[in-house]
């Protein structure tokens, strides 16, 4: 099973305070995770579940045809995923793949490319693209090791992976190695070849070629949103 951790998104991307308001960050949030949904429904894959009790993304999941496990904690990524992987196991879900909301630029192809990767048992790790994050995680079994998220989270996962006497596969994917969480990965998103929601939304927000991002908020229009 894909499962996508999401924590409520009215106080999404705290990170990018400083360039946007809350009413554009908590947007963005949920363009990105739409670009995810998008990419992970047209992946052909089954079994996706947001893990979440966000109304937007509940919402989001429905019109998806994916499964809600709900979140009612929503106190951090890792608690999420520790949850719903025991509701895995409890279900005799024998492989999880996690992929985080915030990787807009996953494509469908990358999704096929890890489960074509992984090993018969054992785990496969795709790193962000500074290798200190772990951008997407796959268990089989689910309960090989628990995944602790943060922004250096690869190598302790690298090293509980190794640990388990299971193969262990990295590779490099370029979308899913783009989390966005500072100016500067909002820059490169809107940079990007592409017109995904997300990708439009930075434009418009003033970042990537020629653009004069207003901090605060981005265009009126968009800050405004709440």
């Given at each position: 099973?894909?499962?996508?951790?999401?924590?409520?998104?009215?106080?999404?991307?705290?990170?990018?305070?400083?360039?946007?308001?809350?009413?554009?960050?908590?947007?963005?949030?949920?363009?990105?995770?739409?670009?995810?949904?998008?990419?992970?429904?047209?992946?052909?894959?089954?079994?996706?579940?947001?893990?979440?009790?966000?109304?937007?993304?509940?919402?989001?999941?429905?019109?998806?045809?994916?499964?809600?496990?709900?979140?009612?904690?929503?106190?951090?990524?890792?608690?999420?995923?520790?949850?719903?992987?025991?509701?895995?196991?409890?279900?005799?879900?024998?492989?999880?793949?996690?992929?985080?909301?915030?990787?807009?630029?996953?494509?469908?192809?990358?999704?096929?490319?890890?489960?074509?990767?992984?090993?018969?048992?054992?785990?496969?790790?795709?790193?962000?693209?500074?290798?200190?994050?772990?951008?997407?995680a796959?268990?089989?079994?689910?309960?090989?090791?628990?995944?602790?998220?943060?922004?250096?989270?690869?190598?302790?996962?690298?090293?509980?992976?190794?640990?388990?006497?299971?193969?262990?596969?990295?590779?490099?994917?370029?979308?899913?190695?783009?989390?966005?969480?500072?100016?500067?990965?909002?820059?490169?998103?809107?940079?990007?070849?592409?017109?995904?929601?997300?990708?439009?939304l930075?434009?418009?927000l003033?970042?990537?070629?020629?653009?004069?991002?207003?901090?605060?908020?981005?265009?009126?229009?968009?800050a405004?949103?709440?």
């Amino acid at each position: 099973m894909i499962l996508v951790p999401v924590k409520r998104l009215s106080g999404a991307k705290q990170r990018l305070e400083a360039v946007l308001g809350q009413g554009a960050r908590t947007e963005l949030a949920q363009a990105m995770l739409a670009d995810v949904a998008r990419a992970l429904a047209l992946s052909a894959c089954d079994d996706v579940a947001l893990v979440t009790s966000d109304e937007y993304a509940v919402e989001l999941a429905r019109s998806e045809g994916f499964d809600v496990l709900p979140d009612e904690s929503n106190r951090s990524e890792t608690d999420a995923i520790d949850a719903a992987t025991r509701l895995c196991q409890a279900r005799g879900i024998e492989l999880t793949l996690v992929i985080p909301g915030d990787v807009p630029l996953i494509a469908p192809g990358e999704v096929r490319a890890i489960f074509e990767a992984a090993p018969p048992l054992g785990s496969l790790l795709v790193p962000s693209r500074d290798r200190r994050g772990t951008n997407a995680a796959l268990r089989r079994p689910s309960s090989l090791f628990p995944l602790r998220f943060g922004s250096d989270s690869f190598l302790p996962h690298l090293e509980a992976a190794m640990a388990s006497a299971k193969p262990c596969v990295v590779i490099s994917l370029a979308g899913i190695s783009l989390d966005v969480d500072t100016p500067e990965d909002l820059g490169d998103l809107a940079r990007a070849a592409g017109e995904t929601r997300s990708q439009i939304l930075a434009r418009n927000l003033g970042f990537g070629p020629g653009g004069g991002h207003r901090p605060g908020g981005g265009r009126p229009l968009v800050a405004a949103k709440s």
